[in-house]
């Protein structure tokens, strides 16, 4: 299995809106379970502690193999969220491993 770790710095200067923005990309991510059929599970949500300190948003999502996280990054709903998390995101890093 393929797990895909992606963690996002919101890029408002707001404290209020960083975490209204990774509210919302939190429940965009948490939506596609279920949706995307290659998806086999995912947990995204919203930084609670060492605000300020911490990125803003991140989410773990597994997925058989690599074919069906390539699957998933082109599904129109993934793209959709996506979308989404790109008009209000600063920065984003990503590591995929083996589980």
Request: proline letters at 2%.
């Amino acid at each position: 299995m393929i797990r895909h770790i992606v963690a996002f710095a919101m890029a408002s200067d707001d404290a209020a809106e960083r975490a209204a923005h990774a509210a919302e990309g939190a429940a965009r991510l948490n939506a596609l379970v279920g949706v995307v059929p290659s998806l086999r599970a995912m947990t995204a949500g919203g930084n609670v502690l060492a605000l300020g300190q911490n990125w803003d948003l991140a989410l773990v999502a597994d997925f058989d193999d690599e074919d069906g996280l390539n699957a998933y990054l082109v599904h129109p709903a993934h793209e959709a969220a996506a979308a989404y998390i790109g008009s209000v995101r600063g920065d984003r890093v990503a590591v995929d491993i083996v589980i």
